[in-house]
C-alpha cells in the first residue's frame, strides 16, 4: 500500500515534518506564502509550492499523488477568521473566510481516503465549519473531530486545538495517549544554548 500526503496551507511546515516522523510520505506542501520555502524545504524533504489554494486544481493535485493507493489531504486553513482574538473585528473582507470552502472543493474533487484537518476551537461556531463538516458526511466520509488539549499529547504548552479526521476506509479518530510523561518548556528545550540578543 502506497500512502502519500499533500499539505494544503502548509506554512512553514510544522504539521509536514510530524506527519514524516510518523512515517508518512509528503509528497507537497502548498502554500501562498513565498517566505515559507526556505524553512519548509529546509526541515522536510519536501516539495514547495507557493500558491493561491483558490487555483489549486484535481489534475495538480492527481499528478502530485501519483501512484499513491492511499490519498491524505491534510488543510489547516488559517485560524485569524475564528480566534477568539479577532472575535468582535470586522471580517467581512477577509480573504481567509473562504478557505475552508476551497478545502472541501478538493477534497469532493480528489476524493482522497483520509482528510486532516485541525484549527482553533472556535471554528466550531462558524458556518463554513458546519458546511465543511457536513459536506463530508454527504461525500460519504466517516468523521471524528474533537477539541484536543496538547498537553495530554506531551507538548509543553497550554493550548488547545479542534482536530478532525475523515476516513473513506472506515471509522477514524485520534488515539488517545495514556502514556504521556507531562513536560515543562524546560524539559523539551533547556538544554539549548542561550540566545544571543539580535
Known sequence: MTVK???LFCGAGGLTHGLQLAGLDVVAGIDLEGECRFPYERNNKSKFI????????????LR???????????GCAPCQPFSKYTQGKDKADDKKWPLLY?????????????????NVPDVTKHKVYNDFYNSL????????????????????????RHVLLASKLGAIELVKRDDVILKTVRDAIGNL??????
Open 193 to 198: 544554548p542561550p540566545l544571543e540578543d539580535g
Open 137 to 160: 458526511l454527504k461525500l460519504g466520509y466517516y468523521v471524528w473531530a474533537s477539541k484536543v488539549d496538547c498537553v495530554e499529547y506531551g507538548i509543553p504548552q497550554n493550548r488547545s
Open 50 to 61: 507557493e500558491q493561491d489554494i483558490a487555483k489549486v486544481t484535481k489534475e495538480e493535485l
Open 102 to 118: 476551497e478545502f472541501e472543493r478538493l477534497i469532493r474533487e480528489v476524493s482522497p481516503e483520509i482528510v486532516t484537518m485541525e
Open 64 to 74: 502530485l499523488y501519483g501512484d499513491a493507493s492511499v490519498k491524505v489531504l491534510a
Open 5 to 7: 500526503v499533500i499539505d
